[in-house]
């Protein structure tokens, strides 16, 4: 259970511009109890997003969870058939006109990141004029409408602090938070979405900028240990170091994502100085020949040297495989256990 980093950096957004909004993951009432996971859950969820009585109804999703999404934006429909339900997230940026032409209950799609889009996008909702907002693909009569433009937040320290609040972190009882780090990756990996939702220009919060976020969480809610959310945080490595330089004295701990051939040795004793405690590394594929074909562009020979660095380091380590693709020989699966 953690707050959706990109749901409360909007909702943030939207209360500096005078907006109330109002976060509901349907996780938390199913953990608590609360809920069945019954034939009625995705009912539930629309009925409990109706009694806010809401303006308009904004929503994320990824390619597991889209028929949720869809069905729960379908009993909305049902009920107020006027009420504006938006769609964003990775999925809808890649499927946006599929999307709209199949499913009549999304009146339109924040494409990419949206902190630029969703004040205009909510103030339009009522008269679904959205003609001017870039990045927004959406219907018209029975004809689907993609706005040019790919929204991308180029100063990301400009964002408020997301809004945390809107979150039950203090009921939940949470220990550590995910903190949204930066954006984009610059490499090409054909399995990822991050690069067609975030684009493929790397960007990180400053030293400063990201050290006082985690500053504020602490003071709010006493938390010390963090998941620095980015799909590939060491890519520049001077920046990696501001953040070691910057937040080593207060003595929290973290974790991070990173490629292998991303960090070196000591990249890594400082990481593991100023309080990284575990890092995700993306290997994907076992094979050369594999990692060829998804652009991965991994050697291979870096596994087993940084796996012992950073765990020499005092790091723990998780590493990610993907099996099962179309082009995948029965042979190369043995290759990811070889490693």
């Known amino acids: 259970l953690q707050p959706h980093l990109g749901l409360i950096s909007l909702i943030a957004v939207l ?39 809401p303006d308009a109804v904004g929503m994320t999703s990824l390619g597991c969870n889209f028929i949720c999404t869809a069905k729960v934006a379908g009993y909305l429909r049902q009920a107020r058939p006027e009420l504006p339900i938006l769609l964003g997230g990775p999925h809808a940026t890649v499927l946006d006109q599929a999307i709209l032409s199949r499913f009549p209950q999304f009146d339109a799609i924040a494409r990419h990141e949206a902190e630029h889009t969703i004040v ?48 039950p972190v203090e009921e939940l009882q949470l220990r550590s938070l995910r903190v949204d ?8 990996c054909t399995f990822c979405s991050t690069a067609t939702f975030f684009g493929r220009k790397y960007r990180l ?15 709010r809610y006493g938390m010390s240990d963090f998941a620095l959310s980015h799909d590939l945080f060491t890519v520049n490595k001077h920046k990696v ?64 040297p940084r796996l012992d660095t950073t765990q020499r380091a005092g790091m723990s380590v998780t590493v990610s495989f993907i099996t099962g693709r179309s082009e995948e020989h029965t042979s190369e699966l043995q290759s990811h256990h070889d490693l």
Request: a neutral charge; one cysteine or more.
């Open 181 to 188: 780090a930066g954006r984009g990756c610059p490499f090409q």
């Open 205 to 219: 919060k400053s030293a400063k900028r990201l050290v006082s976020e985690l500053d504020f969480l602490h003071e």
């Open 15 to 53: 209360e500096r511009r005078g907006h109330e909004g109002i976060l509901f993951d349907p996780k938390v009432p199913v953990a608590q109890g609360q809920w069945e996971l019954d034939g009625r859950l995705y009912r539930r969820m629309a009925e409990h997003i109706l009694s806010k009585n």
């Open 241 to 304: 170091r501001e953040f070691c330089d910057a937040v080593e004295s207060r003595g929290y701990t973290w974790k991070c994502s990173a490629r292998m051939d991303c960090v070196d040795d000591a990249l890594l004793e400082r990481m593991a100085a100023a309080g990284c405690r575990s890092i995700y590394y993306g290997i994907e594929a076992g094979s050369a020949r594999m990692q060829k074909i998804s652009k991965k562009h991994l050697d291979l020979g870096l596994f087993n």
């Open 120 to 167: 205009p996008l909510v103030e339009e909702a009522a008269s679904r004029n959205f003609w001017k907002i870039p990045g927004v693909t959406f219907r018209v009569n029975n004809t689907v409408w993609a706005n040019g433009g790919e929204p991308l937040i180029e100063e990301l320290d400009e964002l408020p602090i997301p809004a945390y609040h809107a979150y």
